[in-house]
């Protein structure tokens, strides 16, 4: 594949900084990648490690010349590094993100920016529960979904550009506002995620069944929710502060279905159970029809544990 | 490894029935294994993959001259089953069972049965999301936990020898009461597939995501939820029937958690936050060390979707 941005700067360098790096030089789509992150430990690890091709001391130094920028930090900091990264920014470069929301990031970073450069905001929906600059490895985004925010973009070209350069790293693409991805990342991420939290932190609480028990009989159902709840505390927290409404929104909706299927519990109502149980399971089938999980038995944990 | 039961009748033949025969298959564990199951389709499917070495047409049948018998039914005809292969039972075997709740299986069942048994609740914690009598397979049990219910058992070395077909199988034993495991299993995996089927009907509600954005945007995190509440309708409609208070008990505590969690988020409390999501890593940490899941980025499923 040919070079799509002769220079890239990486600020942050954790999973999703560190993935774009290994997927960008896997293609050969990015001329030479800086990289920035607040804590030195983590920049003497990515010198170490060469993850990006140059570790610079400030933001300001990463994003000098570079032709596209790449915010890969909590969304509770995403406007202070705007702001620090402004002045140094190329006239023409584009900026971007990959914040898990949309609309607090763009009421964060857009003030700041210079009219002279694009901010096309993204979120590429790919993860795991490990986070730190030894945790990305290449094929994080391949058959992934990544979501820009084109709809407030003039410069159309600039927008393909980016998706170009998401489908070399093994995206798939999509547009849409702001809003409405909000809503979205509520119901298929942020909802659940908080659920998953709430789940592991009541197991944690009750006293009559132990650390242990929890642990060893989790293959029923619960270590699911672990994983999930498991992920970076700090992006989490930024993500419910900052997609308050939606993520309410949801949770309402949620609650009021949790409490008609426990009534129907409580009153023995076999039927209701089992019409929901059925319908929640065409669900799945589309998931794997559309190759977003596969179907077989337990992931292949089945035979290793 | 030795034959332990000359003759083994496994009355139900899904994916637990299944996977039982095949392991013990697998390690020589069984002189003869027969099998029945009320639907014809099942018993001929059966019969022409080999899954059982006689598939019989009466559950009775199957029973006659059996050492051991494993009732692998819905917990709701548990009950009715017990009735109809009481009569024909041999003296000094050990009856047996997979259900996912135990405390109202022993009372299904126990009335039923004559003296000249031993009845020894069991409860594999393994199982897929797929069923039916095509879907098991031998390794399922392996690494994973069997609980048997011993407390009421009189006998034993009849005990010791079910736990011995078990470990045979591939799975670590432990053995407590009915009503604690009927607690740990409404933390460990009652109550979490509640909140995963509703979180999947939810998704499927909201008018404004369509099943399409759904699905594609999946892998966010809600696609574990949907792996989960893509279980055995029927099945999961009797675990809730038949472990009513316990998940109800875990259900009030989970609502009050999600409140204080809700709450936080509407007043900007990201300390609050923060703490909690923090707490829950360490069990997820416990989970991995304890063998019971891989800490392999997602699933090993990055690179394949």
Not at 29 to 41: C, K, N, V
Not at 54 to 65: K, L, P, T, W
Not at 220 to 226: H, L, Q
């Amino acid at each position: 594949m040919a070079v799509i941005y002769q220079r890239v700067a990486l600020i942050g360098l954790g999973l999703i900084a560190g993935s774009m790096s290994l997927a960008m030089r896997r293609a050969g789509l990015a001329g030479e990648i800086t990289g920035y992150a607040r804590s030195a430990e983590t920049r003497a690890i990515a010198t170490e490690t060469g993850l990006v091709d140059r570790v610079c001391e400030s933001a300001a130094a990463a994003v000098e010349g570079a032709d596209l920028v790449v915010l890969c930090v909590p969304v509770g900091v995403m406007g202070a590094v705007a702001a620090e990264i402004a002045p140094a920014l190329k006239a023409g470069a584009t900026v971007s993100d990959v914040g898990s929301v949309k609309r607090a990031v763009i009421e964060a970073v857009a003030p700041h920016l210079p009219d002279t450069v694009d901010f096309i905001p993204a979120h590429p929906l790919a993860g795991t529960e490990h986070s730190g600059p030894r945790s990305g490895f290449a094929e994080l985004f391949d058959n992934r979904w990544c979501i820009l925010i084109s709809d407030g973009v003039r410069n159309r070209p600039a927008v393909d550009r980016l998706r170009a350069l998401w489908e070399g790293m093994g995206a798939h693409v999509d547009e849409m506002d702001a809003d409405h991805h909000d809503l979205v990342l509520a119901v298929t991420s942020h909802t659940p995620h908080l659920i998953a939290y709430t789940m592991v932190g009541v197991a944690d609480d009750l006293r009559r069944v132990t650390d242990s028990e929890v642990i060893k009989y989790s293959a029923a159902g619960f270590r699911d929710f672990t994983r999930i709840a498991a992920s970076d505390p700090t992006m989490w927290r930024d993500v419910f502060l900052n997609n308050k409404d939606a993520t309410l929104e949801i949770l309402g909706r949620f609650t009021e279905e949790l409490f008609a299927l426990q009534r129907a519990i409580r009153l023995g109502d076999g039927d209701h159970l089992h019409d929901y149980f059925t319908r929640t399971r065409a669900i799945r089938r589309g998931i794997i029809d559309a190759g977003q999980d596969t179907a077989a038995p337990n992931f292949g944990r089945g035979s290793k544990g």
